[in-house]
């Protein structure tokens, strides 16, 4: 039966505590447990490793495909819009508002939108501001790591686990 991996941490915790000096002899003893609970620990930790780095590389592989897909996509609306265009011309060409078949209906509908000449023109009130007010992470890093205090934000150690 395979141990997991909380229950190999648990042993092998359990027998670095359980370490001790032989007085008489300066001897460790116990160590043959750590370095058995050692190696199966490793063989677990490289498993997980190898698990990781695949659901990474599968994670990679959907991510890429998602961007071809959307790239496909765009592709299609383009080429959708341009034989709408086209067709649209045609029909306005020969002078048919609509036409009725059985697997399509196409006919012209009125709309009226707003066309922006010049939007430096157009008075403040009938404009909407937008402001994007976000951390600048980089700037607020270099006064901390100076020594200065910035209220809301602290430097934070991380230790990130590198898999290779």
Known sequence: MSTNLYELTTQFQAAIDALRVDEETGEVVGFEAVDTLDAAFEDKAEAYA?????????????????????TREAAAKRRAESLKNHLAQSMAAVGKDKIETSRAALSFRKSTAVNILSDVEIPDDLCKVKIDRQPDKSAIKKLLQAGELVPGAELVENRNLQIK
């Open 50 to 70: 190898v698990a990781i780095k695949s659901l990474l590389a599968q994670a990679k592989a959907i991510h890429d495909e998602m961007d071809n897909l959307k």
